[in-house]
């Protein structure tokens, strides 16, 4: 059945997103809280899964170690699941031999204040909604690097708030990750551009408006 038979051809389509709360918490604060060095904090939310990519976004580290000389950043892995996938990973980066730059986290039920502490977002996934993520990340006003996958490029906007990039390839994941790395400025921009970004689309109170405003 095409969709002309259920609406009209005329019907004007609007996507109302999914919204996060528009809360931030105090960098330094934040950061001494959970402990965090004084260095650039990489944050990745995602389940132990081969779907989310983690195994990609390792990779990634290993070039910026080994092929731009990066040892001013730590990732904060934030997420759990399956035990097998979680030790694959774990022996993953071992075998690359990076396990001094990344923290595993585990489950969290604080997402948005470790978003807060943090300077730069990374959703390396294989295949991914709109994630919910992206947008507590965005608000928490970070650049966001993410695959070019599903609906990652309607919450990030290339060039303005972020980087996309094809998924499965580690060696332009890594790229991006070296620009924000050796751009402060940079971040800071695209930082803001983010949150403005996610004010506008993302923020749960505004979206519930919207949404009421299409039925009243």
């Known amino acids: 059945m095409r969709f002309g038979q259920i609406f009209s051809d005329n019907t004007k389509i609007e996507t109302v997103y999914q919204g996060v709360d528009d809360i931030i918490y105090l960098k330094q604060i934040a950061r001494e809280k959970y402990g965090m060095p004084d260095k650039i904090i990489m944050a990745c939310v995602a389940f132990h899964g081969h779907i989310k990519g983690i195994d990609i976004l390792l990779e990634a580290i290993s070039y910026l170690k080994y092929n731009y000389g990066h040892n001013d950043f730590l990732l904060y892995q934030i997420g759990g699941g399956d ?18 730059l990344v923290n ?4 969290q039920d604080n ?5 807060s502490a943090s300077d730069i977002y990374c959703q390396p996934s294989r295949s991914e909604g709109i994630p919910l993520s992206i947008m507590e990340a965005s608000i928490a006003s970070l650049p966001i690097v993410a695959s070019r996958v599903g609906g990652i490029p309607e919450a990030v906007a290339d060039g303005i708030t972020g980087f996309l990039v094809p998924s499965e390839n580690a060696f332009l994941f890594a790229e991006k990750l070296h620009f924000l790395l050796s751009n402060e ?11 403005q970004f996610a004010k506008e689309n993302f923020v749960i109170q505004r979206q519930v408006k919207k949404l009421l405003s299409l039925y009243f």
């Open 104 to 107: 595993w986290m585990g489950q």
């Open 83 to 100: 035990e097998n996938v979680s030790l694959k990973l774990r022996n993953l980066a071992s075998k690359l031999n990076i396990t001094d």
């Open 185 to 195: 400025k940079e971040r800071n921009r695209l930082g803001e551009n983010a949150r």
């Open 111 to 115: 997402v948005p204040e470790i978003l």
